[in-house]
């Protein structure tokens, strides 16, 4: 036998072997850079609301994917959407997303005075209307407008008073409460609202929305952010997750890749068209917001 000539077929079997095991190994991935944070609830927001008042009206399309829970089979649905949403600063705001069969089967608005969603599959077949001043919390609808302006980076922030700030390894997390004036003079006020920052380049990650009773109705992922226009980024990658009332389950879900995002300027028809409620037939459910309760109508 030819050792030499076995020796370099051995070696050649052994290199093939790293090379093959090497490309199935899971990549490592990079951990996440923590860096020092903000010192102060006023420097942390400051950051935040520079950034909103940057926002411009802008036209995002993409894909999403819908996910509700159908009451009558007791099971989850999936409805894969294509979806566009338009942006008027500082509260106007229309997002629409079409089935392959359902055309509007998800539609969400607000304008100055008042906010509407709509949820077509047969299923849901409902219609949320109220005025801004009968709601200021996202109690009681399953995706509230104000949860969307900011998962597109437009924050109305309040009080300073109303925010804490802490840190959590690489985040910076804000903490809103309730003003305590609201609530017993001993209290601190209850959370409703939780900010997830990202130290390194302060881009908000996730919020979560607490009810009165401190649980989680809902939170917001945010990912993969683009620069629209100077200074104001926008994430291409947003999850919105609803809780049922009762039982804390997931009871509805958005998941949007958006894959184009750019500043527009709106017409007035456009304006009249977009930024105003759609008509309400064709609803079995249509819920009206009374003194903060969802009353069903009768037709």
């Known amino acids: 036998m030819n050792y030499q000539h076995y020796n370099l077929r051995l070696y050649f079997y052994y290199a093939a072997a790293i090379l093959i095991f090497a490309g199935c190994a899971p990549e490592i991935q990079k951990p996440v850079e923590v860096v020092p944070g903000k010192e102060s609830v006023a420097e942390a927001l400051s950051v935040l609301k520079a950034r909103s008042q940057n926002a411009v009206p802008l036209l995002a399309k993409g894909r999403c994917l819908l996910r509700y829970y159908d009451t009558d089979k007791k099971k989850h649905k999936k409805e894969p959407l294509t979806v566009r949403v338009l942006v008027k600063p500082p509260i106007e705001i229309y997002l629409q997303g079409d089935a392959t069969l359902v055309h509007k089967a998800i539609v969400l608005g607000s304008n100055e005075r008042e906010f509407w969603l709509l949820l077509k599959p047969k299923e849901i077949s409902k219609y949320w209307w ?7 919390s996202s109690e009681g609808l399953l995706i509230n407008p104000r949860t969307v302006f900011e998962a597109l980076g437009i924050m109305d922030i ?3 008073e109303n925010w804490s700030l802490s840190n959590e390894g690489a985040f910076d997390v804000l903490t809103r409460r309730e003003p305590p004036f609201l609530l017993s003079q001993e209290s601190t006020g209850v959370v409703t609202k939780k900010i997830y920052i990202y130290s390194r380049d302060y881009l908000v990650k996730k919020i979560v929305y607490l009810d009165s009773q401190g649980r989680a109705i809902a939170y917001t992922e945010l990912d993969g952010y683009r620069e629209v226009s100077e200074r104001f980024f926008v994430p291409t990658s947003i999850k919105i997750i609803a809780f049922g ?14 894959k184009s995002i750019k500043p527009v300027k709106f017409t007035e028809r456009q304006q009249n068209v977009y930024f105003n409620p759609p008509p309400q037939r064709g609803f079995k459910h249509i819920l009206v917001n009374e003194g903060g309760k969802w009353i069903e ?3």
């Open 130 to 136: 109220s005025q801004w001043s009968e709601q200021d």
């Open 158 to 160: 309040d009080a300073e």
């Open 245 to 258: 009332q009762n039982d804390g389950e997931e009871s509805l879900s958005i998941n949007l890749d958006l």
């Open 297 to 299: 109508q009768q037709q």
